[in-house]
C-alpha cells in the first residue's frame, strides 16, 4: 500500500531533486520495518528479504519503461497515441 502512494504519477513527476529521493526512501525503509520479524534487520537485509529494489531503481526503470513506450507506440487503445519524429 506505501509503495503505490510513493509511485504514485511518477512518470509524470519524479522525484528529481536529492533529497525528495531521500524523502522517498526514507518512507520505504520505515514502512519495511512494520513488517514482523525484519525490524532489526538492515535496510538491504529487508529489502532482499522482501524481494523489493530500492525506489531509486523503480524510478529509473519505470522512466525507462515510459520512454519505450512513447518511442515504439505501444500505449494501449485508450490512451492518446503521440507522433514522434
Do not use: F
Request: charged letters at 30%; aromatic letters at 8%; one cysteine or more.
Amino acid at each position: 500500500m506505501v509503495r503505490s502512494h510513493l509511485e504514485y504519477a511518477n512518470a509524470v513527476w519524479n522525484a528529481h531533486r536529492e533529497g525528495l529521493s531521500k524523502d522517498l526512501e526514507w518512507v520505504q525503509m520505515k514502512a519495511t520495518k512494520l513488517v514482523s520479524g525484519l525490524k532489526k534487520k538492515c535496510y538491504k537485509e529487508r529489502l532482499t528479504e522482501l524481494k523489493l529494489p530500492t525506489l531509486k531503481y523503480r524510478q529509473i526503470t519505470e522512466d525507462m519503461t515510459e520512454v519505450y513506450k512513447l518511442l515504439t507506440n505501444t500505449y494501449d487503445d485508450n490512451t492518446v497515441q503521440l507522433d514522434i519524429i
